[in-house]
């Protein structure tokens, strides 16, 4: 039984800007699953149908296999948490996690034992009594998600809730929502326009872009097996590499300057000569040839950049802008320096359409 079901949902604004287009997908109870893609890309949209906040103009959401989406917000059984937190600042921490209870009519009792529970939980215990002013950027988070909690509702929806905090408290909520969410199994969809943030949260990730599905996998399958261009380039930093080239023999590509490259094993044979294709290879996927070790392409130097962990070599292979990621820094003076890959790292995208063509 799915816990969430989108079936060909729909957003068009009154505007007529299409904003989610023919969107269908299940997750199941317990899992993490993150909307990622670019701003306007209608992620915040397909979450705030979910939440009964915006109408659908077409298809329909099922939650534990009841139609939901025609009814009021507070009838679904949802709990949002907000990137500005949206808490009450007259209201202590206790009564901003007690008010939806209240509200509901749930006795004093039971909002206290919820309440301290999910205080002790979210170490709030010793902040109960004070204002949203007297906390920290993070503090606050973790009352908006405390007050998600203390509802035991059925799904969480969390619409880029960290990105008004700086980089390391940031990557630390990261971490607690994961293990928080490992710990109470509510299913949970979380909206991101960050890719690290993605990756590293997610069961599965939906990429979307322009209001539709681009890719839905685990953040391997995706990073690894991207289905299309727009998904192997949204995801890592710095992008993928890409270069233009022709298949020229059963097992053979050539560049536009007339290098060649083997064709992965699995895909010899198989893509026909004279097909144009994309070549992919991620930054980290190459390396420099090491002690007379024979070039597979040749490679003109740029720019360097040092990043304290690895180094970044910018340059270009073939003509077209091309970037390593090294993880060791050295001097390069050279302005020509052979680089080396497994042919298993390589991606093969079509032209014309821009989909990966398979090789396993
Ligand atoms: N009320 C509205 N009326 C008309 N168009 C809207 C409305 N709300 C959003 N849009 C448009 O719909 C598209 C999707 O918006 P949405 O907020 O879902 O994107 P998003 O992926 O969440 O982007 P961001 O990361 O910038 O929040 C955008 O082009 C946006 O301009």
Redesign the pocket.
């Known amino acids: 039984m799915g816990a969430l079901k989108l079936s060909s949902i729909e957003k068009t604004?009154?505007?007529g800007?299409r904003?989610v287009r023919g969107v269908s997908l299940e997750i199941e109870p317990g899992e993490f699953l993150v909307l990622v893609?670019?701003?306007?890309?209608?992620?915040?949209?397909?979450l705030r149908t979910i939440a009964g906040l915006e109408q659908l103009t077409g298809g329909e959401i099922h939650i534990a296999e009841e139609r939901v989406d025609e009814r009021l917000p507070a009838k679904r059984d949802i709990a949002m948490v907000f990137q500005n937190y949206a808490l009450y600042p007259h209201m202590s921490v206790y009564k901003n996690m007690a008010y939806g209870l209240k509200n509901r009519g749930v006795s004093k009792e039971e909002i206290n034992s919820k309440v301290t529970e999910a205080a002790k939980m979210l170490q709030l215990t010793d902040y109960l009594e004070r204002k949203p002013s007297q906390l920290s950027g993070g503090q606050r988070q973790r009352v908006a998600m405390g007050r998600a909690m203390v509802r035991s509702p059925k799904l969480f929806l969390f619409d880029?809730p960290l990105s008004n905090l700086d980089a390391r408290l940031r990557a630390e909520m990261r971490l607690e929502i994961k293990q928080l969410q490992r710990k109470l199994k509510t299913t949970s969809v979380f909206?991101t326009?960050d890719q690290v943030e993605a990756m590293t949260l997610a069961d599965r990730l939906v990429v979307?872009n322009q209001?539709e599905i681009q890719q839905v996998g685990t953040p391997k399958e995706v990073y690894h097996q991207p289905a299309n261009i727009f998904v192997a380039t949204f995801l890592g930093a710095p992008a993928m590499n890409l270069f233009e080239a022709r298949v020229t023999s059963a097992n053979e590509m050539t560049l536009n300057d007339g290098q060649t490259i083997q064709l992965p094993a699995e895909m010899a044979n198989r893509v026909e000569p004279g097909r144009n294709v994309t070549v992919g290879i991620r930054p980290e996927h190459l390396a420099l040839t090491q002690n007379g070790q024979r070039p597979l392409l040749n490679f003109e130097t740029g720019l360097s950049e040092e990043l304290g962990t690895s180094q970044l070599l910018h340059g270009k292979i073939a003509g077209t802008d091309c970037t390593l990621n090294l993880p060791h820094f050295d001097q390069h003076s050279e302005d020509q320096l052979g680089v080396v890959f497994e042919p298993k790292h390589l991606h093969l995208f079509d032209v014309e359409t821009g989909k990966r063509i398979d090789h396993g």
């Open positions: 604004y009154p505007n800007h904003a893609g670019p701003s306007g890309c209608g992620k915040s949209t397909i880029e909206v326009h979307l209001g």
